[in-house]
């Protein structure tokens, strides 16, 4: 399973890596750096399902699963469908 966010998508990207001191010299490349998303693994219980799901979530997603409730977030990434 790749190291993505169910809800938000997140997940690693390419940056440069140059800090200024290269920037100043003519030619010295520092190559690519791999820039990895904060992923946590959360158990996350539903009361309106009355059970609970474990996810791989970014730390954003958290905050949002916080802010507006397990069901609301979780339903409306299309995690969730209702009968």
Same mark, same amino acid.
């Given at each position: 399973?790749a ?9 690693s ?6 800090s200024?001191?290269?920037r100043?010299? /003519?030619? @010295? ?7 990895? #998303?904060? +992923?946590? &693994? ?23 699963? /916080?802010? @507006?409730?397990a ?5 409306? #990434?299309? +995690?969730? &469908?209702?009968?």
């Amino acid at each position: 399973m790749a190291k993505v966010c169910a809800i938000t998508k997140r997940s690693s990207i390419n940056g440069g890596g140059y800090s200024n001191r290269t920037r100043a010299t /003519q030619f @010295n490349p520092t190559g690519l750096r791999r820039r990895r #998303a904060n +992923l946590q &693994k959360k158990r996350i219980y539903v009361p309106e399902l009355g059970q609970s799901v474990t996810l791989t979530l970014s730390t954003r997603a958290i905050k949002t699963i /916080q802010k @507006n409730g397990a069901f609301a977030t979780l339903k409306k #990434a299309g +995690l969730i &469908k209702m009968k």
